[in-house]
């Protein structure tokens, strides 16, 4: 299975364990609109908190490219604010797993 299905597979079944499971120990992400960045200990909360809220949907998801280097998704998403965007998701990958992340996203109307 690729790592992109398996981080869909990740998301669509809510398994926190499963997504960072996913992430390289030396993993960080990045929020497109501030630039604020969170190591992977700091990450796991905010993901266990999106999946434990249904709200939090992601309604479709698909693969742009990968490689052993990088993965590249565009998805749709929904918030408990009941907003939506369009997500582009850009991970740099090593030794298999997610060790930089970097999203960016269009509000939808």
């Not at 364990?17 to 960080?28: M, Q």
């Not at 969170?38 to 905010?46: I, N, Q």
Request: hydrophobic share 40%; charged share 25%; proline share 2%.
């Amino acid at each position: 299975m690729s790592l992109n299905d398996k981080l869909n597979q990740s998301m669509s079944d809510r398994n926190v364990g499963d997504y960072l499971d996913l992430l390289h120990e030396d993993f960080v992400a990045t929020f497109h609109k501030s630039g604020d960045t969170f190591s992977k200990t700091e990450w796991a909360p905010m993901v266990t908190g999106m999946m434990e809220n249904e709200k939090f949907i992601q309604e479709s998801c698909r693969c742009i490219y990968e490689n052993d280097d990088v993965l590249v998704q565009h998805a749709f998403m929904s918030y408990p604010d009941d907003s939506r965007e369009a997500v582009m998701l850009v991970a740099m990958l090593k030794d298999g797993k997610i060790i930089s992340m970097e999203t960016g996203a269009t509000a939808l109307e």
